[in-house]
T-cell receptor
């Protein structure tokens, strides 16, 4: 099964860290993991990607397990504007996971 | 980052007519473009993959005669929904890649068939 799986929804308090998991147990050795987010009725926005090592940029951090079967996107200080659907995907065929609807509340 | 422009952003058409959606990569040459469809509160579903100068590869369950894809240049792909019906109403999104890793997305087109 080449699918990626994510929890359907999560809540997070404003200012707290949001940790969004993704399972990609069948990922192959040369496939990257990408994360995007989608705000209602817009195209997906790129956030971050990684292969083996943990990555950080101005938007988020990405933690990839040693066996690469799962990863976690971390928004260190969530804001109300981070409310969106977050998708992870593998390189292969640009197939997206089911997405996690993150709701950040005041 | 690279920019992918999709046009129109929304369209309303009558049942039985055809609608063309354009996807352009503005500052890079896209070796491959992808078309997705998204129904409310659902994930993006890949419809087809198109490479410049060759026929598109459609995902299972997507009618190639209904969703015509043309990728005539490295910067332009078009999706034509032929003989549109209300059940074709959806959010259509294109994506373009440079190489085989990073993908850039258009802003999407909301199609409403009445």
């Amino acid at each position: 099964d080449a699918k990626t799986t994510q929890p359907p929804s999560m809540d997070c308090a404003e200012g707290r860290a949001a940790n969004l998991p993704c399972n990609h147990s069948t990922i192959s050795g040369n496939e990257y993991v990408y994360w995007y987010r989608q705000i209602h009725s817009q195209g997906p926005q790129y956030i971050i990607h990684g292969l083996k090592n943990n990555e950080t940029n101005e938007m988020a951090s990405l933690i990839i397990t040693e066996d690469r079967k799962s990863s976690t996107l971390i928004l260190p200080h969530a804001t109300l504007r981070d409310t969106a659907v977050y998708y992870c995907r593998r390189t292969d065929k640009l197939i997206f996971g089911t997405g996690t609807r993150l709701q950040v509340f005041p | 980052g690279a920019v992918v422009s999709q046009h129109p952003s929304w369209v309303i058409c009558k049942s039985g007519t055809s609608v063309k959606i354009e996807c352009r990569s503005l500052d890079f040459q896209a070796t491959t473009m992808f078309w997705y469809r998204q129904f409310p509160k659902q994930s993006l579903m890949l419809m087809a993959t198109s490479n410049e100068g060759s026929k598109a590869t459609y995902e299972q369950g997507v009618e190639k005669d209904k969703f015509l894809i043309n990728h005539a240049s490295l910067t332009l792909s078009t999706l034509t929904v032929t003989s549109a019906h209300p059940e074709d109403s959806s959010f259509y999104i294109c994506s373009a890649i440079q190489g085989w890793t990073e993908a850039f997305f258009g802003q999407g087109t909301r199609l409403t068939v009445v």
